[in-house]
């Protein structure tokens, strides 16, 4: 197993240096660079620019700097932040841990309440119930998560039970331990519940699909007929024979919420990998903005692998090669 997913990960090289290159070169192909506005400050002299230049090697040719950025990010290195004055590492591990603890706990949101309601709708098929949490599923795929965003801040600066915006509140070092986890999960609420209804949708449609296709097999009439419980029936018969699936949307759903989450968080205030990532952008800051790619394909490369193995460890029939 451990060989396999060596093996896999640097099956992916390849494709992160074809990323790379390709946003490499379109921030050479963008008018301008990080130092284009202090060339409009006449109080700045040619050779404060040439010496900027040579400090973050923008006076080299573009191979040779891609190149040098190549050698640098395989031993960790992403280089120097223009607009931070900081390493990049630095500045990707802050943001990407509360980029992470967005997505995990939008994931949790989807999956506690997407497929016990997925399991309900299939049991008690075409029935009040199943009605409801389908039009509620259709309902929440079909809402704008911007929209739903703004509905959120504005519910919140109306009531005053949640904060907006933000990860943590101003007297946060001043918490005990119990205390700083209370006030992240209340800085976590809102901007969660935004990213996880979308999710939550599919996990419901998926499920019921899934276990209404399993509900109608052969094996699950003979255990009906044997007089199992009905719990029973749908948790151990049923419901595991369609975790294959759902845990192949669990590793999609992984990345698409590490990538999905940029314009909730810009939105909601919450300081993880978005605003660092249009920062880097507007500020034509190179490394930065590199290194925010590379962390975006790595969370899709790494979702998809997940998935696999998870696969493999509850289905042995399959093998991932």
């Known amino acids: ?91 990707i591990v802050s943001r990407l841990t509360n980029t992470l603890y967005l997505a995990l706990a939008s994931l949790l949101i989807a999956l506690v309440f997407g497929i016990p309601g997925g399991i309900t709708s299939a049991v008690y098929k075409n029935q009040m119930i199943d009605k409801i949490i389908r039009f509620m599923s259709y309902f929440f795929m079909s809402i704008p998560s911007i929209f739903l965003a703004l509905v959120m801040i504005f519910i919140a600066a109306r009531t005053q039970i949640f904060p907006v915006g933000g990860v943590q509140s101003i007297n946060f070092e001043t918490m005990n331990a119990w205390s700083k986890i209370k006030d992240l999960l209340w800085h976590l609420i809102l901007p969660a519940s935004v990213l996880g209804v979308s999710a939550l949708a599919h996990y419901m449609r998926q499920t019921r699909a899934q276990m209404l296709e399993v509900l109608n097999e052969d094996y699950i009439r003979v255990a009906r007929a044997k007089g199992l419980h009905p719990a029973k029936i749908i948790g151990k018969h049923a419901f595991a024979n369609t975790l294959n699936s759902l845990i192949t949307l669990v590793g999609y759903s992984l990345g698409f919420l590490l990538n999905g989450s940029f314009l909730v968080e810009i939105i909601m205030g919450w300081p993880g990998m978005a605003r660092l990532t249009i920062d880097a952008l507007f500020n034509h800051d190179g490394p930065l903005l590199m290194a925010s790619c590379v962390v975006a394909s790595c969370a899709l490369i790494m979702g998809n692998l997940i998935a696999d193995i998870l696969l493999t460890l509850v289905d042995p029939r399959i093998s991932i090669k």
């Open 1 to 91: 197993m451990v060989s396999v997913i060596i093996r896999r990960i640097f099956i992916t090289l390849p494709l992160l240096l074809v990323i790379t290159f390709f946003i490499f070169s379109l921030q050479e192909l963008a008018p301008g660079d990080f130092l284009s506005r202090f060339r409009q400050d006449p109080t700045i002299s040619t050779e404060l620019l040439h010496a900027y230049e040579k400090e973050f090697n923008l006076d080299k040719p573009f191979l040779i700097r891609f190149g040098s950025w190549c050698i640098n990010a395989l031993q960790g290195d992403f280089g120097y932040s223009f607009s931070y004055r900081m390493p990049v590492m630095i500045l």
